[in-house]
């Protein structure tokens, strides 16, 4: 039987003769419980509607996840999305999951899908994502209290779960009941297997109107509780949309941001059009031929940092959903060479396990493998990769529910009683929608001057060619996996279709601030070439050739970046421009930031619980350079 050291306690009971009912007891206390399944098939209370979110106070082995989930599947009347907020001080190993779900065969494709993500869980709130984005595992590293805290949506199912109240006290004490109920709407339903008395009492005094239900055998009992107080609750939390009509969202840019939300929306059954200047994907930034996600380290592990591992998480797992592997994107690792001793990970235990599953100190192996000098000073970022941004773009795109009008130059917006108008030069509509949702890099600027976003131009140039052009001999020397820390390298990638299409080298980019045109210039492959001195030394001198004029490829586009390094998304000023939000602002990130940001606006649309901590999310909101209002 799974066992827990820290508490010495079991993470299920047995039933009769030493069987394991794990799976049993999780659908006849938890599910049967909260009414989201039946032994004789009754209808479940999710039936009908648009979402469902349910809140697990401990996450122990993930048996009441999977569950839920195979419930939500075996369903044909389940709502189009199942919300799985989870916590769990000390998380278990993928080995640990997967030995529990052996003896129940149906959850075994499910448990494959949760190992496989289950890395990198650092405290803090970590999303996984399943079925297309149709099942969300919100998992939240931490105490049972801090963690509630951190919660800001209503929750409509909660299991009530956790080591017993007798090792355990913190879990099942009127003040974690008390964030319980803070979460739960009028009708949201309580189950567990604890019936102790003074559960049920804490649960009454917290506005839960609390019964006894028959148990799984050997148990007598187990509780059920609906939150109906007496008194109207004082709360701000965020509401779900269980029953909203279809709704329409206007984006402005169809780069990696404007895409990403695009995608977002149309996949929660949104109809989006996006309208772009340009005459087809990739005309923008977002053309970079090949480009890296990989986590942002600091030694005080930053707010940059952390926002940035939730976004190369958000990337990577959108990738897998939509992209070919080994064509359009790999989950290859990344070295990053610490050039000048920069980018320092957080010294001992404030980088745990976990972190060291995200990044580590590079081995003397992995640095000489890659051609650096044996002196140098490394990372290996595990969880990150390189993908074609313009193949990420298509496929968002390509979203059914998403309608992209190409050559559409907006030069101004108009809000209407009914939502937003975007116009041509003539003052004509191009399109409108109830939602406007600003993307356009750095011409959000011109866009909405009175929100005052101190946007500015990033222009950027890489330096590129054909793997097969370079000697036999050097093509043994370059890097097996992309390597960063002052500019990138990354080979196989295949160049652009307009550049032939075979497997290439990539090297940049520049940085050249101020300078609102993507031009290409000739004197920018010499400051690539310089940057190749530093980040491959060895390679310096043997690819001198390959930068020579006529030879050498280039490609430039244009990013934007904010003062604090980190986007603006969502309103700028909700009470005179309602409706309307920005997504700008990702630097040098966009690959890593762009999903994350589409997400981000999305559930805060939705009402869904944030895809990282409401905390962090503050710090990306555009709000906060608004001006403040007298």
């Known amino acids: 039987m799974p066992r827990s050291t820290l508490f010495d306690d079991v993470y299920r009971s047995r039933g009769f003769h030493g069987m394991d009912r794990g799976l049993l007891q999780a659908r006849h206390v938890f599910l049967q419980g909260c009414g989201l399944w039946s032994p004789d098939g009754a209808p479940r209370v999710w039936q009908g509607q648009r979402q469902w979110h349910v809140l697990e106070t401990g996450f122990g082995l993930g048996l009441g996840f999977l569950a839920a989930w195979h419930a939500w ?32 065969p149906e959850l ?32 939240c590293i931490g105490p049972v209290g801090k963690m509630l805290r951190e919660m800001d949506v209503a929750v409509d199912s909660v299991f009530l779960d956790g080591f017993s109240p007798e090792v355990n006290p913190d879990m099942w004490s009127l003040h974690t009941l008390k964030a319980v109920a803070r979460l739960c709407r009028t009708g949201t339903r309580v189950a567990s297997w604890c019936v102790k008395r003074s559960v049920r009492e804490d649960l009454a005094q917290c506005g839960f109107a609390v019964t006894r239900a028959d148990g799984l055998p050997p148990k007598s009992h187990r509780l059920e509780a609906v939150f109906n107080p007496p008194w109207t609750p004082r709360t701000q939390l965020r509401q779900a949309l269980h029953s909203a009509p279809p709704r329409s969202a206007l984006v402005l840019g169809a780069g990696l941001s404007g895409s990403a939300v695009a995608c977002s929306l149309a996949r929660r059954g949104w109809t989006v059009t996006v309208l772009d200047a340009g005459h ?39 990738c897998s959903q939509l992209l070919q592997q080994g064509s359009d994107w790999a989950f290859s690792g990344v070295l990053e060479h610490r050039v000048e001793g920069k980018r320092a990970l957080p010294a001992g235990e404030a980088w745990p396990a976990q972190g060291h599953e995200w990044s580590t100190p590079a081995t003397p192996e992995q640095i000489a ?35 992209v009008r190409w050559n559409s130059r907006v030069h101004a917006l108009r809000q209407v009683a009914t939502g937003w108008q975007a116009l041509d030069a003539h ?86 601030r101020a300078c609102p045109e993507a031009v290409l210039r000739e004197e920018d492959h010499a400051a690539n070439h310089a940057r190749l001195a530093t980040l491959l030394p060895p390679l310096s001198e043997p690819m001198q050739p390959a930068f020579a004029p006529g030879r050498v490829l280039a490609w430039a586009g244009l990013r934007c970046t904010l003062p604090d390094r ?50 962090l999310a503050a710090h990306l909101w555009a709000a906060r350079f608004s001006a403040p209002r007298r």
């Open 73 to 104: 599947q075996q369903d044909p009347e389940r709502p189009d999305r199942l919300f799985f907020t989870s916590i769990e001080a000390w998380p278990v190993s993928a080995q640990d999951i997967a030995r529990s779900v052996q003896a129940w």
């Open 108 to 139: 075994q494709p499910l448990a494959d899908a949760l190992t496989q993500a289950w890395r990198g869980l650092m405290p803090g709130i970590h999303r996984l994502v399943f079925e297309g984005g149709r099942v969300q595992l919100t998992l």
């Open 280 to 318: 087809s994907v990739g005309a923008g930034a977002s053309g970079l031929p090949a480009g890296l996600t990989a986590p942002h380290v600091s030694p005080d592990d930053s707010v940059l940092s952390r926002i940035t591992r939730a976004g190369v998480r958000a990337t990577l797992q959108r």
């Open 369 to 403: 493998t890659q051609g650096l000098p044996t002196q140098a000073q490394a990372l290996w970022h595990a969880m990150a990769g390189w993908l074609r941004p313009r193949q990420l773009v298509a496929a968002q795109l390509a979203t059914p529910g998403v309608q």
């Open 427 to 512: 003052g004509q509509v191009l399109a409108q929608a109830e939602q406007l949702i600003v993307a356009g890099g750095f011409h959000t600027r011109a866009l909405l001057p009175e929100a005052g976003l101190p946007l500015n131009p990033l222009r950027g140039q890489i330096s590129m060619g054909a793997l097969d052009d370079l000697p036999e001999v050097l093509q043994g020397q370059l890097p097996k996996v992309p390597v960063n820390g002052h500019g990138s390298f990354i080979c196989g990638v295949p160049l652009p279709p307009e550049n032939g299409g075979a497997p290439g080298w990539f090297l940049g980019s520049t940085f050249e």
């Open 566 to 615: 980190v986007p603006a998304v969502g309103p700028v000023d909700p009470q005179p421009m309602p409706g309307l939000q920005v997504c700008a602002g990702m630097g040098a990130r966009g690959i890593s930031l762009g999903v994350l940001c589409g997400e981000l606006i999305a559930a805060q649309l939705e009402g869904e619980p944030l895809p990282l901590a409401p905390s």
